[in-house]
């Protein structure tokens, strides 16, 4: 599974490795019944991570403020869940992705002017901005108790929310297919090629003509649009929203999934939150005070020994094989 | 007088008290080969940088192809027709040498702004700059990534990115700057056979490339024009001899 990098001699032909998430996920559904809700809160960071790896993998835009459009969309799906009585599942998903793209259009085109450190303190300060008002709002946010009785109605007016999480989980693999079929897309077109461009050489990309800015926007829009859809996905399968979702933990805790996984790789946004999700549930039950360092010693390892990641050392053993064969 | 293919007027640029471009009137003709020399710290590259927007000048204007381009931005001023070529490399470093051009080749046939259809098919800009690369022997590194390539090719590479833009007016900033005597011949070999109808203004160091490639010579010294003429006269010229040639000489 190599890095997915796009450009004008690729083959846009999905390979079928590339089905592995999902025959996987499949599996899982059936195999692992009680595991079901952990399974969906995987998948809808998948796709988080995913927005996050377009940007920041593909266009190189440093962030670590991803969790601001993500909040939105949370808090959007919640509000309408909850407060307007807007329960219709798919309603809510596509005001979350409008919420999540206007807020990434409008900050997207003041703090894209920007680079490097003071980009991502500007990131930072946005999400900071997000948590405060969803603090303080408490008539409508719920403020730190949260946001609970959110209604969600049966997704078309077939499908319940059942108590097991069935629906959940099936519901956010689809959004997750159509997520990454789309941001797949996006990479192996021109456009896809243009932000790896502007990755490797801004200065580069002005003299051959790009509007360097507006494409940074753009793609910065796509990419929040996404998050606010994971955002609406994470209040409707949970039927809560708190600030968690928020603030620059939650931000910075994205970052760490990707990189865990693999930046710039298309399925390294895949790996990182599978492994991190799982440790975390695993290193939670079995060392409740200490499951971090668990995560900690493992983010470590990753960024001391392996770069890519941990797809990146996969790539590295699979070279080191096919060179011995 | 018919207009020229680019023209400075009056052209300043000063960074608080230091002047580094001062009233320069320039001409380059249609199909011109010009070179632009000068001791470092001329002011030469800051020239360059406002020729093609990406400095903006105290006062003074620019024209290119007789139109005013003084308030147009760089990205523009490309779409109408002014290519560049870096004195240090400027390119995709871990992309393929193809998609170091096709990058180019895509903005300008305005495809690289389409989310849809694969990059890879589409076959105009693959095989635009896959023809490009091949006319400047570089048809072998295609699929190689920039950084794996010996340095005269990178230096290849980069004006191949600039030919990709098919430019009216392109501007040369040292091409063979770094790379190794024995292997600056390939560049002039390049250079030689560019299309006769772009004009080209080269900014270089190596002087036997600049009497071998230019008709004419412009010579800058200290943010002023000290001299213009053919390279015969330039060649002759005392003063170019005390602060130019004479110091190059003795290095």
Not at chain 1, 210 to 221: G, K, M, S
Not at chain 1, 274 to 292: R, S
Not at chain 2, 124 to 153: C, H, M, N, T
Request: proline share 4%; net charge positive.
């Amino acid at each position: 599974m190599s890095a997915h990098a796009g450009g004008y001699s690729a083959n846009p032909r999905i390979r079928w490795i590339e089905w592995l998430p999902f025959v996987l996920a499949i599996a899982a559904f059936f195999a692992l019944p009680e595991y079901l809700s952990l399974g969906a809160r995987i998948l809808i960071y998948i796709l988080y991570a995913l927005s996050l790896d377009l940007i920041l993998g593909y266009a190189g835009i440093i962030t670590l403020g991803h969790s601001a459009y993500f909040g939105l969309g949370a808090y959007v799906a919640g509000i309408l869940g909850a407060r307007l009585g807007v329960s219709d599942p798919l309603v809510q998903l596509v005001a979350a992705a409008a919420a999540g793209g206007l807020l990434g259009i409008a900050t997207g085109a003041i703090i894209l002017r920007t680079r490097a450190l003071t980009l991502l303190m500007l990131t930072l300060a946005i999400t900071s901005v997000c948590l405060e008002i969803a603090n303080k709002a408490t008539p409508v946010t719920g403020g730190a108790d949260g946001l609970s009785g959110i209604v969600v109605a049966p997704i078309l007016g077939l499908f319940r929310f059942d108590l097991f999480g069935k629906t959940a989980f099936l519901y956010c693999l689809v959004a997750l297919l159509i997520g990454w079929l789309a941001v797949r897309r996006l990479i192996y077109s021109p456009f896809g090629a243009s932000l790896t461009g502007l990755r490797e050489n801004p200065l580069r990309m002005h003299a051959i003509g790009a509007p360097v800015y507006w494409r940074l926007v753009l793609v910065y829009t796509i990419s929040t649009t996404l998050a606010g859809v994971a955002g609406a996905l994470i209040t409707q399968t949970n039927q809560f929203v708190g600030l968690n979702v928020l603030g620059f933990e939650s931000g910075g805790e994205l970052l760490v999934m990707l990189v865990l996984g693999g930046v710039g790789r298309l399925y390294g946004a895949f790996v990182g939150p599978l492994v991190y999700l799982v440790a975390q549930d695993f290193l939670a039950k079995q060392f409740p005070e200490y499951w971090y360092l668990g995560i900690g010693a493992m983010l470590i390892v990753v960024v001391m020994f392996a770069r890519g990641g941990i797809l990146g050392i996969v790539d590295s053993i699979v070279r080191r094989l096919w060179r011995r064969a | 007088m018919s207009a020229a293919a680019l023209e400075t007027r009056g052209l300043c640029k000063s960074f608080g008290a230091l002047t580094v471009a001062d009233d320069i009137d320039f001409r380059l003709e249609p199909g011109a080969r010009h070179a632009l020399i000068g001791p470092n710290g001329a002011g030469k590259t800051t020239f360059v940088n406002m020729l093609t927007g990406a400095l903006r000048p105290s006062s003074g204007r620019i024209l290119l192809q007789g139109e005013d381009v003084t308030a147009v931005r760089q990205a523009a001023r490309v779409k109408r027709g002014l290519g560049r070529t870096f004195q240090i490399n400027q390119l995709f470093r871990r992309l393929s040498v193809l998609d170091n051009v096709a990058l180019g080749v895509a903005e300008r046939r305005g495809v690289a702004r389409r989310m849809w259809k694969p990059a890879s098919r589409h076959a105009e800009v693959r095989d635009e700059s896959l023809a490009l690369l091949a006319s400047l022997g570089l048809a072998d590194d295609a699929d190689q990534r920039v950084l794996d390539l010996p340095y005269g090719k990178q230096r290849l590479v980069e004006i191949a990115i600039a030919l990709g833009l098919k430019p009216k007016v392109l501007l040369l900033d040292e091409p063979a700057a770094g790379v190794p005597s024995l292997e600056s011949h390939r560049i002039l070999e390049v250079l030689d056979r560019l299309p006769a109808d772009i004009s080209i203004l080269i900014i270089e160091h190596d002087m036997d490339l600049v009497f071998r490639f230019a008709r004419r010579i412009t010579v800058l010294v200290q943010g002023e024009v000290l001299l213009e003429g053919a390279p015969e006269e330039i060649a002759k010229d005392r003063r170019v001899h005390q602060v130019y040639l004479g110091e190059q000489r003795h290095v």
